[in-house]
Antibody, heavy 123, light 110 residues
Framework: EVQLVESGGGVVQPGGSLRLSCAASGFTFDDYAMHWVRQAPGKGLEWVSLISGDGGSTYYADSVKGRFTISRDNSKNSLYLQMNSLRTEDTALYYC????????????????WGQGTLVTVSS | NFMLTQPHSVSESPGKTVTISCTRSSGSIASNYVQWYQQRPGSAPTTVIY?????PSGVPDRFSGSIDSSSNSASLTISGLKTEDEADYYC?????????FGGGTQLTVL
């Protein structure tokens, strides 16, 4: 059974940093690209970042480019999101999500989502 | 970057059929696959359609997807509506280096 469990959320002041983690199980982790997607309270889904199966290619939404860094450790079946220079508008539930096709596919659909970890940026 | 535009809300009665549209603002709708995600209140999203018209295992065949190049849009059709289908639905696609979600459509089954 595929499981994606996010952690690392919390309350942080504007300008601060946070590192999110996503522990994956139930599939061959390095066979799949992975996403981070966020959802601000009461709002829709917003794509944040995508990383290829080997970690060699990364992609970012314009809203987080230069501030967030996606990475993965395939030996630990883990996905990460380092978030720096946080802003109040980054307040959201952050989901990690698995793509549906094996590598080298990157720009393909999502088939599994985690339950999310909440990030609150507030002074 | 392009945008995906969905109606804010739709409503229909149980047993009926509803179609939710998703219009791509620039670039061809056929150039990248479209996915559809269902999100019930208080829950994480789940995938109901991927690659325009494919259903993941476990998704009933009441759910179907299509694209229409003439209107540059994708559609999610749900037939035989059930109260459990009441949720927010999001379309999603890509361009060369970005994923894009539509704004979401709230489906009410009443």
């Amino acid at each position: 059974e595929v499981q994606l469990v996010e952690s690392g959320g919390g309350v942080v002041q504007p300008g601060g940093s946070l590192r999110l983690s996503c522990a994956a199980s139930g599939f061959t982790f390095d066979d799949y690209a992975m996403h981070w997607v966020r959802q601000a309270p009461g709002k829709g889904l917003e794509w944040v970042s995508l990383i290829s199966g080997d970690g060699g290619s990364t992609y970012y939404a314009d809203s987080v480019k230069g501030r967030f860094t996606i990475s993965r450790d395939n030996s630990k079946n883990s996905l990460y999101l380092q978030m720096n220079s946080l802003r109040t508008e980054d307040t959201a539930l952050y989901y990690c999500a698995k793509t549906i096709r094996v590598v080298p596919a990157v720009f393909v659909g999502i088939d599994y989502w985690g339950q999310g970890t909440l990030v609150t940026v507030s002074s | 970057n392009f945008m995906l535009t969905q109606p804010h809300s739709v409503s229909e009665s149980p047993g009926k059929t509803v179609t939710i549209s998703c219009t791509r603002s620039s670039g061809s709708i056929a150039s990248n696959y479209v996915q559809w995600y269902q999100q019930r209140p208080g829950s994480a999203p789940t995938t109901v359609i991927y690659e325009d018209n494919q259903r993941p295992s476990g998704v009933p065949d009441r759910f179907s997807g299509s694209i229409d190049s003439s209107s540059n849009s994708a559609s999610l059709t749900i037939s035989g509506l059930k109260t459990e289908d009441e949720a927010d639905y999001y379309c999603q696609s890509y361009d060369s280096s970005n994923a894009v979600f539509g704004g979401g459509t709230q489906l009410t089954v009443l």
